[in-house]
């Protein structure tokens, strides 16, 4: 099976109901998706599949073939994404495992919506839990990245 993953093409010979998750990990050696509870719940695994944010814990393989996967890994470019820095600059990491899933997801977020406000902000993060709790961090980090992508500074 063929997928273009991070803007590469790649050939992967894996079963059609394997979890994206578990391709990149496995078969091609992206370890920045984390594996978190395998019912797309948690958000660790999230990915953007042709931009949009998904679970990669529960997608097949067979549903990306032909489209364009992007992992946390893939996310910058030169230098890191703008909400990769807003990341830094607000503190936002504790322990660290919930990020790549949160920065995927709040990247979807800002290409669909560049000005959220803290209710849109919330709604679309509501499901990527972290167990160190560092949730206020994360809006203000949002919000900064918003900010950045518009070529402001904060």
Known sequence: MKLTVNGSEREIDLPPDMP?????RDGLGLTGTKYGCGMALCGACTVHLDGEAIRACVTPLSAVAGRAVTTIEGLAGEAPHPVQQAWVEADVAQCGYCQSGQIMGAAALLAKNPDPDEAAIVAAMDGHLCRCGT???VREAI??????LKGGTP
């Open 143 to 148: 919000q900064l990245a918003a900010v950045k």
């Open 135 to 137: 949730y206020s961090q």
């Open 20 to 24: 994206l998750l578990w391709a990149l």
